[in-house]
């Protein structure tokens, strides 16, 4: 079980970046996913989930209406749009597998979930 986030970068404020999380050794529908961030000498942020079969998607309260997961199921892969990106959102970040399945629901906190994927750096800036 593996998975692995890409597609960040460097971006002007207010710009856009699309993350991707791929999964590999199982099936993305299967589990719950959330995303995280983490910006060193802070504590891992949680901004967003995706429950697994329903697909129930839960955002923070920091990244709604910026950020959008949607989820790929023929190329098992999960997606983080953001938009109008801004300097407080520079972090590295992470996509996370939970194997714990309850129905319409998907974890809030890091110690939750159960397998990590290398993370992936955020920089916004002019």
């Known amino acids: 079980v593996q998975l692995q986030a890409s597609g960040g970068g460097l971006v002007q404020p207010g710009g856009s970046l699309r993350l991707s999380c791929e999964a590999s050794g199982f099936t993305l529908n299967d589990l719950p996913i959330g995303w995280f961030r983490q910006v060193p000498g802070k504590e891992r942020e949680w901004i967003g989930c995706i429950s697994s079969s329903e697909g129930s998607i839960y955002y923070s309260d920091s990244v709604k209406g910026r950020f959008t997961i949607s989820r790929d199921s023929a190329k098992n892969t999960l997606y983080l749009q953001m938009v109008n990106l801004k300097a407080e959102d520079t972090a590295a970040y992470y996509c996370?597998?939970?194997?714990?399945?309850?129905?319409?629901?998907?974890?809030?906190?890091?110690?939750?979930?159960?397998?990590w994927g290398r993370g992936t750096q955020v920089t916004v800036s002019s």
């Open positions: 996370a597998a939970d194997f714990l399945v309850i129905p319409n629901h998907c974890a809030t906190q890091s110690y939750e979930y159960d397998v």
